[in-house]
């Protein structure tokens, strides 16, 4: 019997893959105090709407999707520790200078310096009834802060993807990606039972102040624990076998092979990964399909807030928001099911992650009926959009996982960011285009209507149907660029 059978394991990688759930859950929290405070308490202060708010989410998503390209290669070049600790360290601040954007407008627009957040406020009230702009030059500073904070989150998921790929064999991947991206939901349900009982008992500036500064304890927690796992004196032997069992000889070239270097060590050059068929096919799926869960974590409170008068900090507000996160908190099943496949079924990894992935897409057909749901019931309507962000973050930890099928540990960072790059873009365009529609529906009101519903809602129809379709279009089209990689992929790749 092999070592592995015989050696009692560590369990170092599941440290490891806890840290990821952390930083992932933190990486959300900082992404929703804006959505959480904006409607209730920002947007009253500096005369926002809802096509103000569309312009700073938009120009967040377009920055965190040009970042993605330079972080992930960043990350393969730097390693996971370094390209971590950089990632969370600048959109920690990112998140904190938020806290600032009233301070700001008010130096730019009045002779005062204020001395804190509440002389701020007194400073921008007294002028703002002169007429000056204040609410231009609020966005303005809010998104600068915007582009920071995406600047640092996205190193995220490049760096979490490929640490899980350093720590874990392919048959755990997604499980473990499912777990760590799971920290998305965590992080969006803690964010409405902590971030408008902040902005109300200490101010909004404070909100994104306490949770941007956690940022910093968890990248001092990281510096000390993160170690690669042949560098690494708490893990045993066989833990490393374990993680080690499935390592593909095939993909490393001859020369390579001459030079005695480790397959991993080398790395595909940039311009050649958009000469892969499988790049483009993750490129399409995330482009197509990334946008929906932004637009859930963006727009749900908005949309209770809008239709229920239930504000963000309210008791109703927190537990529909609460509930909505909780039941998408069902990813981690959704991401065991490759697993099961592969390891009760025979599968093949990509074969047995498309079949889960087309079981995740009929299930976004769901969306079609959001907003009759919501009609009904405002639970029935965060129970359903629960059941489509679960199903949205298996059917990514599967996409994420692709990348180590198809890919060497080597060039995971910058293949994650590429296709990070494609899923920001695809947001971007959903969320600015969502806020512009939502506008024109609004201004039209009754004279708006599809499938029986009239104005803003009707818009809300149109979006969520629209997403309910999304997922299998993303599918049918990654089946047809690679619709039997299991064969063709190594010698793609060499």
């Given at each position: 019997m092999s070592p592995i059978q015989t050696a009692q394991k560590t369990n170092y990688r599941w440290i490891v893959c806890g840290m990821l759930f952390l930083a992932t859950t933190i990486n959300y929290m900082d992404r929703q105090v804006l959505s959480l405070t904006w409607k209730d308490f920002i947007a009253p202060e500096f005369a926002w709407n809802d096509e103000d708010y569309g312009r700073i989410t938009s120009i967040f998503s377009l920055v965190y999707a040009l970042s993605m390209l330079v972080v992930g290669r960043?990350?393969?070049?730097?390693?996971?520790?370094?390209?971590?600790?950089?990632?969370?360290?600048?959109?920690?601040?990112?998140?904190?200078?938020?806290?600032?954007?009233?301070?700001?407008?008010?130096?730019?627009?009045?002779?005062?310096?204020?001395?804190?957040?509440?002389?701020?406020?007194e400073l921008l009230y007294s002028y703002g009834v002169k007429g000056l702009p204040i609410t231009t030059v609020s966005i303005f500073f809010f998104m600068a802060c915007r582009i920071i904070l995406a600047i640092g989150q996205a190193g995220n998921f490049p760096a979490a993807v490929k640490a899980t790929a350093e720590y874990f064999p392919k048959r755990d991947w997604t499980y473990a990606i499912s777990i760590f991206n799971n920290g998305a939901s965590v992080g969006a349900l803690l964010a409405p039972l902590t971030i408008p009982l902040l902005a109300n008992e200490f101010g909004w500036e404070m909100a994104f102040f306490i949770v941007g500064a956690i940022g910093y304890l968890w990248m001092l927690l990281w510096?000390?624990?993160?170690?690669?796992?042949?560098?690494?004196?708490?893990?045993?032997?066989?833990?490393?076998?374990?993680?080690?069992?499935?390592?593909?000889?095939?993909?490393?070239?001859?020369?390579?092979?001459?030079?005695?270097?480790?397959?991993?060590?080398?790395?595909?050059?940039?311009?050649?990964?958009?000469?892969?068929?499988?790049?483009?096919?993750?490129?399409?799926?995330?482009?197509?399909?990334?946008?929906?869960?932004?637009?859930?974590?963006?727009?749900?409170?908005?949309?209770?807030?809008?239709?229920?008068?239930?504000?963000?900090?309210?008791?109703?507000?927190?537990?529909?928001?609460?509930?909505?996160?909780?039941?998408?908190?069902?990813?981690?099943?959704?991401?065991?099911?490759?697993?099961?496949?592969?390891?009760?079924?025979?599968m093949q990894p990509y074969s047995s992650r498309m079949r889960a992935m087309l079981y995740y897409a009929v299930i976004q057909l769901l969306g079609f009926f959001t907003v009759p749901m919501g009609a009904i019931s405002p639970w029935l309507f965060v129970v359903v959009i629960g059941i489509l962000g679960a199903s949205h973050q298996s059917w990514s930890a599967n996409m994420f996982s692709m990348v180590g099928d198809f890919f060497p540990k080597s060039t995971i960072g910058t293949i994650t960011g590429i296709i990070g790059m494609a899923g920001g873009i695809g947001a971007y365009i959903i969320m600015i285009y969502s806020s512009r529609l939502f506008a024109y529906a609004e201004a039209l009101g009754t004279s708006f209507s599809y499938m029986g519903y009239y104005g803003k809602q009707d818009a809300y129809m149109i979006v969520f149907s629209l997403f309910a379709v999304l997922y299998l279009i993303g599918w049918g089209l990654m089946m047809l660029i690679i619709p039997n990689p299991d064969t063709a992929n190594r010698k793609k790749l060499q």
């Open positions: 960043l990350t393969d070049v730097i390693g996971v520790k370094r390209g971590y600790s950089w990632a969370i360290g600048v959109w920690s601040l990112g998140a904190i200078l938020h806290a600032f954007c009233g301070i700001a407008t008010c130096i730019h627009l009045t002779p005062y310096w204020p001395t804190g957040f509440e002389e701020a406020k510096l000390m624990m993160y170690y690669r796992p042949q560098d690494n004196k708490m893990m045993n032997m066989a833990e490393r076998e374990y993680i080690e069992q499935d390592t593909d000889k095939s993909l490393t070239t001859a020369t390579a092979e001459a030079e005695g270097k480790p397959q991993e060590e080398r790395r595909i050059g940039f311009w050649r990964c958009f000469t892969y068929p499988q790049t483009w096919a993750l490129f399409i799926g995330k482009f197509i399909t990334d946008g929906v869960w932004w637009f859930f974590l963006f727009w749900t409170p908005v949309y209770i807030s809008d239709f229920y008068s239930y504000t963000s900090d309210s008791q109703m507000g927190i537990a529909l928001i609460f509930t909505l996160y909780l039941v998408s908190m069902l990813s981690i099943a959704g991401g065991y099911l490759p697993t099961y496949l592969v390891n009760h079924q025979g």
